[in-house]
């Protein structure tokens, strides 16, 4: 078995991306036994509780609406060639993404984490959702038959969250400070969006060196 450790962000374009061409690899070795689990990295830590303006954001990381627009724009392109219909200009908030971290790992203990994450980046990307807000969060556990007390009630249970805060500090003492990171059978680090093709020559490895 393949065991991959992805530290990500439910914000992160990039890691959608990587996350398209990861499932693009695994479809063409579909013999192989790939467990996945994503792990949480906020790129922004210190995102307010409820957000911050889309445009302001932009400005306050890229210097300039302009310069935001050029690397987006290359982002877009990208996103196309994966079936991604990145939707930028729907976005209003950029949103702490902790709760949202919080959900994947209950998602996690239900064996439904990659189809929620894959729900999570269509909310915030394709359709401009905010999902820090506990209420877009909410209907999309439901609608992945998480039941709605159990759901509220984790949100509010205070004892869940530094298990995974912990899990993201002990990230960047390994030395992991951007997304998506790919770590192999505990072993093999991988920065960046790699492409398919990169995964399954990865694979490939595995596959001759485990025979």
Not at 34 to 60: A, C, H
């Amino acid at each position: 078995m393949i065991e991959l450790d992805i530290f990500s962000d439910t914000v992160c374009p990039w890691c959608y991306i990587g996350k398209k061409r990861l499932e693009k690899a695994i479809e063409k070795h579909s013999h192989l036994e790939i467990k996945q689990t994503w792990r949480p990295f906020q790129l922004n830590p210190g995102m307010p509780p409820d957000g911050m303006d889309r445009q302001e954001y932009l400005v306050s990381k890229f210097g300039s609406a302009d310069a935001a627009k050029t690397i987006y724009d290359n982002i877009f392109e990208e996103g196309k060639k994966e079936g991604i219909d990145f939707n930028f200009d729907s976005i209003e908030v950029t949103p702490n993404s902790f709760n949202s971290h919080r959900l994947l790992a209950l998602a996690y203990k239900q064996n439904i984490q990659q189809d929620v994450l894959n729900d999570l980046f269509e909310a915030y990307f394709i359709r401009g959702e905010d999902i820090g807000n506990p209420n877009i969060l909410l209907s999309i556990a439901v609608s992945h038959s998480i039941d709605e007390d159990e759901f509220k009630n984790y949100l509010s249970d205070q004892e869940n969250i530094e298990p995974l805060a912990n899990e993201e500090i002990q990230a960047r003492k390994m030395g992991i400070n951007s997304v998506p990171t790919f770590i192999v059978n505990k072993q093999i680090v991988i920065n960046g969006a790699q492409t398919s093709e990169n995964f399954e020559l990865i694979f490939q490895k595995l596959t001759n060196n485990i025979h």
